[in-house]
């Protein structure tokens, strides 16, 4: 039992020290300068033993250890997949007809929708449960992992999921934390501790984290073993950043003394120990509610455009369902008001019948028909798709041009229900550093005092030279050179660590040490030393975008050094050194390179114990602890002096400008989202042909919109001016075009985050609609946008604007980091960089590539291909199941209503389980109309299945058509051949059995004939499941026509389809049949092969049906309907 005080209260007192009072009944709590009452708080006492045995305390129970990240169990495993599966609008109505087939007396046997339906839900079960069993695997292999708790001076072995709160753990160099521990104390004598949080946030660089002072010194069990203390510290949170909290240790014959606790005391669970012996901590949170655990949330559901198609068809469909049970009903009755139709002499009714209400005669019969019709609804096309995106999502991670060898990794799907949208997609956003360029820093150049170093910085004499403007020449002096150096040296978080390899970070063969720290830009500056004391380090964050250090030297001075970016530092350096620097830095940006300025100052005792105090005060806060400790940095680092810039290059990814390139012609925008600054970005969208030399750029950032009073006036008329010159360059017959962002003169956006606030957050008086709205068109209307200085949270609110705007396009999110994660969940499709800040891009993502480029073969390839088979299969299963169901509807016209059915139920429920399903299952898995490396060369290809193509209404409104042709086709061809009085030499007539059963026969070879004639890229598997199909099917109807089944009340197909072949015109109806409902298919295939031939075309013989976009002085139109592009490369979507 873990030991706590759910609630304590400080009240505020004089003075900066921190003293523990006691309080009757409670553990002591301490009372600290500043602080205000605060409610809510955990206290968990450290061994969990009593501080004293005179104190009583409440006792709490905390949840255990034990990860839960699955979703069933053994025993509600059934009933809840059952109820999420019947959710699904098609299972339920075949679970309403299922059960109307049982209670009702209706034509066809329960079985025939039963089956399949046990089938699909069978199926969907299966995998899910198997993919709840790896999730159950996974988490018992945290659970029951070993670890070690120290309990009487000794070491305790336990498993992970037995830790409670208040036990002290031990984690030796190179394991994972079991729980959310406070840092006691390391093998280290200095209390210093390295982790990696890869796992987590994504970071693979080392993070740094510290014991408070009192406890360092307990390096061993029996050490640890005497602490007395208790923790006091916020409730369970999830930001891994932020922590709240601070420790009363308990000395015999001394006042108990209280120490701050913040994020760098926190060891999260999921982190690794690492360049560290050992640590000891105290389990604060354990279990889910560990910040690994409260952070762990399912991707939200995404669906794609083909679901909403298929949503959108099936509702058609069940109105022409309706429609027919509705007909038939009608008719029905109308049939029966003649007397000797309703009851003929051969039929009479029963006593029940004739007491039968007829609105309840009415309503049943409507129901018999809805079940004698409900195939035309296509459950099993369900678990068809599923296997499709399933299997369809390894193609993708066996394709070895998207494999690196420098990672030995290749592209993963994480998520298989959004592979067809890589075919679709309209905007790309794109994050920088680690996806455009390489995250590999190398140094460049630095500015000291106005002066240009080159080279190496260790050998600055002889190097130094002045550019622009600037009338300096020669080199600084020597005491600024030292200070650059110093402040280089001191004011980063780059630790030494012996040569080994983790976390992807390889140290060189030839050296004995590595640099390790929590930014590559300090390795790469911090290569190349007087003892300073380090007092004080004054943290990074992304919105301070600088970090500080105080230090004594060996002869008493007190110096502060701060390094950030130039849009962080200047504002806070006096004024008249700026412009000395501001030059070079803008010029290393226009090279993009980023960029870094160092300033100094220099403290004296007096102030130094100010701020040593007001940091103290700060860290000691239980509330707004993170409020009262930036203002403290923030007046610490006021008024510094500028000493200099550094340059550091961060190379393009290779074949970069190539893919950006391709991206744009296949109708694709491309946005660059990044926190850099302006110039550097800029000069890396020149260099990767985002921007072009012709491109004429707009700018809506803090240089154009001032920032003065009147910034939002200015932003509103710039807003205007881009709108109107924009609107003023678009043709006239702009309402036709789709993806038409090609105008006569191209555009491109630069805005950065602060103007970004403006729009999305502006004051009162302006309207933030019309903003977001002008803003929106003029974004729409460029050719690319580059959004810099942007926040993460700005990036997923960028993506989400574009995502609602009208016709919801498709947008694609792509990065590398952890700070790129909110975009790429936003986006309708993510994929994750697999670069050197980590796997969390890449494990929130539903696609993971290796480097940008592998985007390029991802969508206009796979993307393509993906969205064409998994569309041709929904039309094809909408096509097929009204050609089988449509003979169905016609027979009822010519039994007087009667319900009966055409087919045998036996086929009825095979009909799509077996005899036509591996064909089309086949097609949408290996088919390629078009060659992979056509695709990926000719990235206009991309446009010809854009913005849904081949799911809307005319492809949609042709399938249909077809299927009714080929439906009248089959049942009227076989009545026509039955109007003779005899098929057979020997006088005998065939029965009603025999028609369904030369009539399915047609309906089976014709649609699986159909998909051949549909097939362009043939394999064995192909082959295979077609003709074996085929063979399967004769093989089980004399099989089932063979023998008499006991099981069966009749007989009635036995030896039906052997006697029906032994009639000659049974054959040759049979075959002709056949071509006829393939006719026109054949006919166009033939012409366009024809047309191709007079063209001198390439080599594909796909024909071109009804909804081919034409691309015509750079814009699409979807109302033309073929194109010259076309017409090289043909493309079916009917």
């Not at 809805?370 to 991670?397: A, D």
């Not at 700060?618 to 340059?647: N, P, S, W, Y």
């Not at 990767?688 to 240089?703: K, V």
């Not at 995502?803 to 990065?815: D, E, M, R």
Request: aromatic content about 12%; charged content about 20%.
């Amino acid at each position: 039992m873990v030991t706590l005080v759910s609630v304590s209260w400080w009240s505020e007192q004089p003075g900066c020290g921190c003293r523990v009072v006691p309080e009757p009944g409670r553990y002591a709590s301490a009372e600290c300068a500043g602080e205000e009452k605060r409610v809510g708080t955990r206290t968990v006492v450290v061994g969990r033993r009593p501080v004293s045995d005179t104190e009583v305390y409440v006792a709490q129970k905390f949840c255990n250890n034990r990860i839960i990240s699955s979703k069933y169990t053994l025993w509600n495993f059934l009933p809840k997949n059952l109820f999420e599966q019947f959710r699904r609008i098609a299972n339920f109505y075949f679970l309403i007809i299922f059960l109307v087939q049982v209670i009702v007396d209706t034509p066809t046997s329960p079985v025939t929708s039963g089956l399949p339906l046990f089938f699909v839900i069978t199926v969907t079960a299966i995998k899910q449960g198997y993919e709840d069993w790896l999730r159950h695997r996974a988490d018992n292999e945290v659970n029951k992992s070993n670890i070690f708790v120290v309990e009487n001076a000794k070491q305790v072995r336990k498993e992970s999921e037995k830790i409670k709160v208040g036990d002290v753990v031990e984690v030796k160099a190179d394991e994972t934390f079991p729980c959310d521990l406070i840092f006691l104390a390391s093998s280290s004598s200095d209390g210093i501790c390295y982790v990696t949080t890869a796992s987590l946030d994504g970071e693979s660089n080392f993070k740094t984290h510290y014991a408070v002072r009192d406890t360092t010194t307990l390096c061993t069990d029996e050490a640890i073993d005497t602490l007395t203390a208790t923790i006091e510290c916020e409730q369970p949170q999830p930001d891994f950043y932020k922590f709240v909290g601070r420790i009363i240790i308990y000395k015999s014959n001394q006042e108990p003394v209280a120490r701050s606790l913040g994020p760098e005391n926190l060891l999260l669970k999921g982190a690794t120990l690492k360049n560290t012996k050992k640590i000891y901590g105290v389990a604060v949170y354990t279990g889910m509610e560990t910040k690994m655990a409260l952070n762990y949330q399912g991707k939200s559901q995404k669906r794609s455009a083909v679901e909403k198609s298929i949503n959108t068809f099936l509702i058609v469909y069940l109105c022409i369902l309706l429609g027919k049970a509705t007909v038939c009903t009608t008719l029905k009755y109308i049939w029966q008001s003649n007397p000797f139709n309703d009851e003929p002499w051969y039929n009479e009714k029963t006593k029940k019948e004739r007491e039968t209400f007829k609105v309840l005669r009415m309503f049943t019969d409507f129901l018999s028909f809805m079940v004698l019709f409900n195939f035309i609804i296509p459950v099993s096309m369900y678990v068809t798709v599923e296997m499709q995106k399933f299997l369809g999502s390894f193609f993708i991670s066996w394709d070895k041009e998207m494999y690196d060898e420098e990672i030995q990794e290749g592209a993963l799907v994480n998520t298989s229900d959004l592979n067809e949208e890589l075919g679709q997609v309209e905007f790309v956003f794109t994050d920088k550093t680690g996806t455009l360029t390489e995250n590999s820093m190398e140094f460049i150049e630095c500015c000291i005092d106005g002066h240009k170093y080159k080279d190496r910085i260790s050998e600055a004499d002889g190097f130094s030279q002045t550019d622009g403007p600037l009338k300096y020449c020669g080199k600084a002096e020597k005491s600024c050179e030292e200070l650059f150096l110093r402040a280089l040296c001191l004011c980063h978080t780059v630790q030494i660590k012996e040569a080994d390899q983790v976390d992807g970070l390889m140290a060189h063969p030839e050296r004995k040490y590595t640099y390790i720290s929590s930014s590559p830009d300090e390795i790469a500056l911090v290569k190349g030393a007087e003892k300073y004391q380090l007092l004080h380090v004054l943290n990074f964050d992304p919105v301070r975008r600088r970090m500080s250090v105080i230090v004594r030297t060996t002869t008493g001075k007190l110096l502060l050094f701060c390094k950030g970016a130039d849009s962080s530092i200047f504002p806070r350096v006096q004024q008249e050194e700026i412009q000395q620097t501001k030059v070079h830095v803008d010029c290393n940006a226009m090279d993009g390179y980023r960029t870094l300025c160092v300033a100094f100052k220099e403290l004296t005792e007096k102030e130094y114990d100010k701020i040593d105090r007001q940091l103290n005060e700060a860290k000691m806060a239980l509330q707004d602890r993170e409020e009262k400790m930036a203002k403290v940095f923030d007046d610490t680092e006021a008024d510094t002096h500028l000493i200099g810039a550094t340059a550091v290059e961060d190379r393009l990814q290779e074949q970069l400008a190539e893919t950006i390139e391709a991206l744009h012609t296949a109708g694709m925008k491309v946005w660059v989202l990044t926190g850099d600054k302006m110039e550097t970005a800029k000069s890396t969208c020149y260099a990767c042909r985002l921007f072009q030399t012709n491109t004429e750029l707009l700018e809506l950032t803090a240089r154009t919109v001032g920032e003065s009073e009147r910034k939002e006036d200015q932003l509103h008329e710039l807003l205007l001016e881009y709108h109107k010159m924009l609107m003023q360059d678009v043709p006239k017959n702009w309402g036709g075009l789709k993806r038409s962002w090609t105008l006569s003169q191209e555009y491109g956006l630069i805005i950065d985050g602060s103007t970004l606030s403006l729009i999305l957050n502006p004051s009162q008086d302006y309207g933030s609609s019309n903003y977001k709205s002008i803003f929106l068109q003029i974004c729409l209307k460029c050719t690319a946008v580059l959004c810099c200085r942007m926040a993460p949270l700005q990036k997923a609110q960028i993506v989400r604007m574009v995502k609602n705007t009208k016709g919801s396009p498709i947008t694609l999110s792509i990065g590398d980091g952890a700070n790129d994660v909110s975009m790429i969940l936003e986006a309708r499709v993510g994929i994750g960089i697999k670069g050197k800040e980590g796997r969390q891009a890449s494990r929130n993502s539903d696609c993971a590539v290796p480097k940008f480029k592998h985007l390029r073969k991802l969508l206009l390839a796979h993307g393509h291909l993906y969205y064409v088979r998994i569309a041709h299969l929904v039309q094809y299963f909408f096509y097929k199941n009204l050609c089988f169901i449509l003979p169905q509807f016609l027979y009822q016209f010519f039994c007087g209503f009667s319900q009966q059915p055409l087919y045998d139920a036996a086929y009825l429920t095979m009909y799509n389980i077996c005899f036509t399903s591996l064909p089309i299952l086949a097609y949408s898995l290996l088919e390629q109309h078009i060659s992979i490396d056509t695709l990926t060369s000719d990235p206009q290809l991309y446009m010809k299945v854009s913005d849904n193509a081949m799911l809307q209404w005319r492809p949609f409104l042709y399938w249909t058509f077809l299927g009714t042709f080929e439906g009248l086709v089959f049942f009227f061809g076989v009545y026509f051949l039955f109007q003779s009085s005899s098929l057979e030499d020997n006088g005998k007539v065939f029965g009603n059995w025999t028609f369904g059963m030369i009539v399915f026969t047609v309906l089976v070879f014709t649609v699986t004939l159909k998909l051949a004639l549909d097939t362009r890229f043939w394999t064995w598997m192909n082959h295979f499941v077609i003709w074996g199909s085929l063979a399967f099917y004769v093989f089980f109807s004399f099989f089932w026509g063979g023998v008499i089944w006991p099981f069966l009340k009749q007989q009635r197909m036995y030896f039906v389809f052997a006697h029906m072949l032994t009639s000659v015109s049974t054959w040759l109806a049979v075959i002709l049949l056949i071509f006829i409902s393939l006719f026109p298919e054949i006919l166009l295939i033939v012409l366009k092969n024809i047309k191709e031939k007079n063209h001198q075309a390439g080599p594909f013989d796909l024909p071109v049906l009804v909804s081919y976009k034409c691309i015509e002085n750079g814009y699409v139109k979807a109302e033309d309907a073929v194109t010259n592009l076309a017409e090289r490369y043909p493309l079916r979507i009917p």
